[in-house]
């Protein structure tokens, strides 16, 4: 797949306010903020998106969930809830084809989906 953004931030390439790295996940603050807390996790190793996974994407794809509670948990954010959403192709409006989750919280979220 062609090199992301996001695979210029996990290199070190690209300037990011990275908040966790490790050997399969690095996780970064979104750089157009929709909420008080919002970060972005990246399996290390690129995947286009949901539609591109593999079995052998899994330890990375189950680290982004623990990763997601332990800075939901950090952010204090988990307690009163909080909002992942991985989007998928144009029609979920996925801007950077390097898949990404979204950790969303700090405030009421509202619906999942506007009309
Ligand atoms: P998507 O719409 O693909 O699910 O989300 C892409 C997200 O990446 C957007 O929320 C956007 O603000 C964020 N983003 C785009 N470019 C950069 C960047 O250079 N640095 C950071 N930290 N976030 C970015």
Redesign the pocket.
């Known amino acids: 797949m062609a090199d992301t953004?996001f695979g210029k931030?996990v290199r070190g390439e690209?300037e990011?306010d990275v908040v966790y790295q490790d050997d399969l996940v690095t996780a970064?603050?979104?750089?157009?903020p929709k909420a008080p807390v919002h970060i972005?996790i990246v399996p290390n190793d690129p995947v286009e998106t949901v539609a591109h996974v593999e079995p052998r994407h899994e330890a990375a794809l189950g680290r982004m969930f623990t990763v997601a509670r332990k800075l939901a948990e950090e952010e204090g954010i988990a307690e009163d809830g909080f909002r992942l959403i991985v989007?998928t192709r144009d029609q979920a409006?996925?801007?950077?084809y390097h898949l990404?989750m979204?950790l969303l919280g700090g405030r009421s979220l509202g619906p999942m989906l506007s009309r």
């Open positions: 953004i931030i690209l990011a970064f603050r979104d750089i157009q972005l989007n409006g996925q801007e950077v990404h979204h």
